[in-house]
């Protein structure tokens, strides 16, 4: 199934809230949404064995199609694990320029850079050298939301 997965971390007595309305069967530990019809404001509160109770902060939640443009975007890296830090990326599917971020593994942005539109058939070279050896996440993605992500080992 695709959409939106709530999860809460008890793993019972909870009841999932949309709007401030209890949702009917929604007491399982996670709650799906996958329909725009469901967006709103999500709580889900837990009750424990003992009756006592306590409710989330609300998450505000919005479901939209893919479009046939998002859908298809793929990002390919090379070599990866790298030795040396330099990697050859190849874009696909993506119809407007692509801002290219590397987080590490705190999620803080190590590098970024933008391949322009015109380039995007084109193999595009990524120079992690100046980076340390680690873990690293690369995220492709454009200003209409289309995204690509990959993991990135630099040996």
Same mark, same amino acid.
């Given at each position: 199934a695709?959409?939106?997965?709530?999860t809460?971390?008890?793993t019972?007595?909870?009841?999932f809230?949309?709007?401030?309305?209890?949702?009917a069967?929604?007491?399982?530990?996670?709650?799906?949404?996958?329909?725009? @019809?469901?967006?709103? $404001?999500?709580?889900v509160?837990?009750?424990?064995?003992?009756?006592? %109770? !306590?409710?989330? /902060?609300a =998450?505000?939640?919005?479901?939209t199609?893919a479009?046939p443009?998002?859908a298809?975007?793929?990002?390919a890296?090379?070599?990866?694990?790298?030795?040396d830090?330099?990697?050859?990326?190849?874009?696909?599917?993506f119809?407007?320029?692509?801002?290219?971020?590397?987080?590490?593994t705190?999620?803080?942005?190590?590098?970024? @850079?933008t391949?322009? $539109?015109?380039a995007?058939?084109?193999?595009?070279?990524?120079?992690? %050298? !100046?980076?340390p /050896?680690? =873990?690293?996440?690369?995220?492709?993605?454009?200003?209409s939301?289309a995204?690509?992500?990959?993991?990135?080992?630099?040996?």
């Open positions: 695709t959409g939106i997965t709530l809460s971390s008890a019972s007595g909870n009841q809230y949309l709007n401030n309305t209890a949702i069967g929604a007491t399982n530990q996670t709650y799906l949404i996958n329909s725009g @019809s469901q967006n709103g $404001s999500y709580t509160r837990v009750t424990s064995a003992a009756g006592c %109770s !306590a409710t989330s /902060a =998450v505000a939640v919005t479901v199609a479009t443009a998002q298809a975007t793929a990002l890296v090379a070599p990866n694990p790298t030795p830090g330099l990697l050859t990326l190849e874009l696909s599917g119809r407007e320029a692509v801002t290219l971020t590397v987080l590490n705190l999620g803080q942005r190590v590098a970024e @850079s391949v322009a $539109s015109t995007l058939g084109q193999r595009q070279q990524l120079n992690l %050298s !100046a980076l /050896a680690g =873990v690293y996440v690369l995220q492709a993605r454009t200003a939301g995204v690509a992500v990959r993991r990135i080992v630099r040996e």
